[in-house]
């Protein structure tokens, strides 16, 4: 293998202008195909699909959850409620009138002529809007003394100031029929807690209103998200100065959430890179004494980077932007090829004894590492088998491409300051396996893990990874003291792709959690049942209205409001419009009807493409009310309950059991391939059990410091298992190298291996500084199975080579003689 790579050295010496050629041809092709590729944002990507959650994850996709940007407008100590109602119209005029691009509407806000219209539609339709309950009442309000005391209450509120406003809803319904439909419409907001006066959503204490922003699709793209969110905090800012002491506002919804994590991710990276690249940049140029170090380094990795993402491209329409986020992480790896190759040049070894040393642990290592990524193939996740392409194929891109390019570009002839000792050297002649006190930490620590190892638990909370900022933390409690923001939100949501027979079937959902509400079995649901019926219902609606209002009612509410009437002034004929309404023949309304009004916000509720319809009903519950909720409706093959937490956390559940086969998965590849190249079992064991103690020492300590796995750490730990494995290999070859030459050439292969620990640290372990939960569970998680890896490496993987080859050699030696 290493004359092989000779040979190819070789032959590009001589004719090193062609191959220039052709390697910048390459990378331009590679970089337009990369420069075309298309991204899939989708997170849900990374959650595995199977055919036991196939049903959930297509009404996922589908079902609209609302997420929306609530603003909540408060009064201060100075202000009234005029000033809290100036704010409010402020802040809507300002979303109507300059943010259109990134809202679909804003609701809170009703005018005028939107409250008429939709009095009018429940006055028009009114035989739809009444319960059982609104006929008992307006059974007590038909007799004679009930009509007088009503009719009385008319007159005074027609000459009232709001006589004008009244006037026309009176005169057509002096019952006040229309206003117990409306009632239907707190089914589908808040609670009873808020009213509606001056065109707002106001609390009962007239101290806060609230707001409601539903963004298009414009701010799921990262950045239009944070230029909306950046304006809406100038907005608010603005607003706060000039109303100062009197009113304030505070913002929460997704979109901030996503926004906050977005800008602290880029902070922390921004940050713990430069410091990164700042200490790699010292480092290199003080162990190499060579500036161009830097580049040479890196080449390697860019390659086989790019290599990774043409040939996806070709594998696939779009790529998970996710796995090569996560992948980019793992690029680490590739980078300890060219630290190999590089250390072995400045110890002036020749280029045909590097080639010797290097060439098989180098591809050894890629290929073990390349096929153990590639066992996330078995994992029905897009992502993370993407992730594997990518990762398998940069780890093999990068290692050949460094065994070619690096040898031709770093001028081993004026390596004039190879010879400089360095703290790494003489880290690197120091023999770790030697140190009494060093072998005693690791066995008392291997000890302690053998009581802890299975202390490690897997956080399944997706919330605990999220960035929150004080104003958003700030906003979420004063939301909650308002609308139980806290309490636990569950989505019936029934599906299908009729419209009928979905609407059936959430008459019976409906009807199921009235039932509830009134046993106190939940605290509260909004339901677009409550306006919105299947047309076998609504039948049934109308056919109630025809029996209820009888010709004896008929006659008797009209004779008892001209008696009242003409005692107070009015005309017989006054009411005729609402002696029509109850002669009236109502027709059964669809969904384009109700889609007609601008104020009810039926896309909430109800989403439908060409291939499935879904209709939402979001229900309040305590936690020791779900499975009460969750038995109730899951027995329709056609309904499901979605427990948005429950499920991130069931489904991330199952993406760490394939995780732990994974593993499993990864080990017999490695051990196959180490057999394979070695044709040797006690040489496989040599390197095998020191991945093993890597992986069983870094559990040990995380249960010991209580460190917890969650959805991003466990995935990094592929990258821990894929440094294991390279140590592993180098260490064994180069104790091979020393034995077999009697060289002492094993703290050449520790000095790489030590750039390597050093370079990942810097690179993956400043992440401790950040900020965001989510990195900084990473780093923490690195450092611990990196310094592991290298610790078993040079300190037990010696004496397993001794205790398995040397003493065999030895036994055998002394036999013969």
Known sequence: MGNLFWRIHRCVEHKRINYLIIVIALFSVLVWIASNIKFDEDISKLIPSNSNNEKLQTVLKHVNFADKIIINISLEKDGNFEDLVDYASAITDSLSNNYKDFINDVKGNIEDEDALEMIDFVYSNLALFLSEDDYKIIDSKINKDSIKAITIANYNTLISPSGFIAKNIIVKDPLGMSFMGLKQLNKLGLSDDFKLKDGFLVHKNEKNILLFINPNDNIEDTDKNQFFVSDLYRLQKDLNEKYNTKVKSSYYGGSLIAEANARQIKTDIQYTVSIALTSLLLLFIFFYRKVMVLLILFVPTIFGALLAIAILSLLRSDISAISLGIGAVLLGVTLDYSLHILTHIRNQETLESLYKN??????????????????????????????????????????????????????????????????????????????????????????????????????????????????????????????????????????????????????????????????????????????????????????????????????????????????????????????????????????????????????????????????????????????????????????????????????????????????????????????????????????????????????????????????????????????????????????????ENSLISLATFRTSVILSVITTILGVGVLLFAKHPALHSLALISVIGIISAMLISFTIQPFLYKFFITNSIKKMTNGEN
């Open 358 to 739: 290097i060439s098989k642990p180098i591809l050894m290592s890629s290929l073990t590492t390349a096929l153990a990524f590639l066992c996330l193939l078995f994992i029905q996740s897009q992502a993370l088998q993407d992730l594997g392409i990518f990762a398998a194929i940069s780890v093999l891109g990068a290692s050949i491409f460094a065994l070619i390019f690096i040898p031709q570009v770093y001028n081993v002839k004026n390596n004039t300051y190879s010879t400089k000792v360095t703290l790494i050297d003489k880290l690197a002649n120091y023999n770790f396996n030697k140190s009494k006190v060093l072998i005693a930490i690791l066995l008392i620590l291997l000890t302690i893990s053998l009581f802890t190892f299975n202390k490690v638990v897997f956080n399944k909370d997706l919330s605990k990874l999220n960035y929150s900022s004080p104003e958003l933390k700030i906003a979420e409690i004063e939301l909650d003291s308002l609308i139980n923001l806290s309490s636990k939100s569950l989505y019936v949501v029934t599906f299908g792709d009729s419209m009928e027979t979905l609407l059936q079937s959430n008459d019976l959902i409906y009807n199921k959690l009235l039932k509830f509400k009134e046993d106190s079995s939940i605290l509260d649901f909004n339901s677009i049942g409550a306006l919105l019926r299947s047309e076998k219902t609504q039948n049934e609606q109308i056919k109630y209205w025809e029996n209820f209002w009888n010709i004896e009612k008929k006659i008797l509410v009209k004779n008892n409001l001209i008696e009242s009437g003409t005692t107070m002034g009015f005309k017989p004929n006054t009411f005729n419009n609402f002696y029509n309404l109850l002669d009236k023949k109502f027709n059964s309304l669809n969904i384009n009807d109700y889609k007609a009004l601008n104020s009810l916000p039926i896309d909430d509720f109800i989403t439908s493409n060409e291939n499935l319809i879904t209709i939402s009903t979001v229900v309040k519950v305590d936690n020791d009310q779900i499975a009460m909720v969750n038995e109730a409706f899951n027995t329709d093959k056609n309904t499901v309950v979605i427990d948005r937490q429950r499920i991130n956390e069931d489904l991330l559940g199952n993406l760490k059991n394939d995780f732990n086969s994974l593993i499993l998965y990864c080990l017999a590849v490695v051990f196959a391939l180490l057999l394979l190249f070695y044709r040797n079992f006690k040489l496989t064991l040599v390197t095998i059990l020191p991945i093993l103690a890597t992986w069983f020492l870094t559990l040990g300590l995380m249960g010991l410091f209580k460190l917890e796995f969650n959805i991003f750490s466990i995935i990094i730990s592929t990258f821990i298992f894929g440094l294991g494995v390279d140590y592993s290999i180098f260490m064994t070859n180069g104790i091979q190298r020393q034995t």
